[in-house]
């Protein structure tokens, strides 16, 4: 139903940036949030921001102040990550859930984020 394509990811230094992209498509209908989440071998998947249709916005804590999420108006999600941190070294999912279809919504493929030296 919707497609999403993340992009952006690549390996960076401690102390980098990085600025990871998510583009939208499909039947996108109604207001929606969009986010990012991150997994590693092992780990389960963890809400790393999420911002809706209306502009509010959420972080984890670990990216409080390194992190920003931004939307544009063609259901494009960006995720400007700065003073990067080996702990931030994962696989990053986009996710676009509608709020009026319920559930979990729908998953990108993921962009593999490496930090290190």
Same mark, same amino acid.
């Given at each position: 139903?919707? $497609?999403?394509?993340?992009?952006?990811?690549?390996?960076? $230094?401690?102390?980098?940036?990085?600025?990871?992209?998510? #583009? #939208?498509?499909?039947?996108?209908?109604?207001?929606?949030?969009?986010?990012?989440?991150? $997994?590693?071998?092992?780990?389960?998947?963890?809400?790393?921001?999420?911002?809706?249709?209306?502009?509010?916005?959420?972080?984890?804590?670990?990216?409080?102040?390194?992190?920003?999420?931004?939307?544009?108006?063609?259901?494009?999600?960006?995720?400007?990550?700065?003073?990067?941190?080996?702990?931030?070294?994962?696989?990053?999912?986009?996710?676009?859930?509608?709020?009026?279809?319920?559930?979990?919504?729908?998953?990108?493929?993921?962009?593999?984020?490496?930090?290190?030296?």
């Amino acid at each position: 139903q919707v $497609q999403l394509v993340e992009s952006g990811g690549g390996l960076v $230094q401690p102390g980098g940036s990085l600025r990871l992209s998510c #583009a #939208a498509s499909g039947s996108i209908f109604g207001p929606y949030t969009m986010g990012w989440y991150r $997994q590693t071998p092992g780990k389960q998947r963890e809400l790393v921001a999420t911002v809706t249709t209306a502009g509010s916005t959420d972080y984890a804590d670990s990216v409080k102040g390194r992190f920003t999420i931004s939307k544009d108006n063609k259901n494009t999600v960006y995720l400007q990550m700065n003073s990067l941190k080996p702990e931030d070294t994962a696989v990053y999912y986009c996710n676009l859930r509608l709020w009026f279809q319920g559930g979990m919504g729908d998953w990108g493929k993921g962009t593999v984020v490496t930090v290190s030296s």
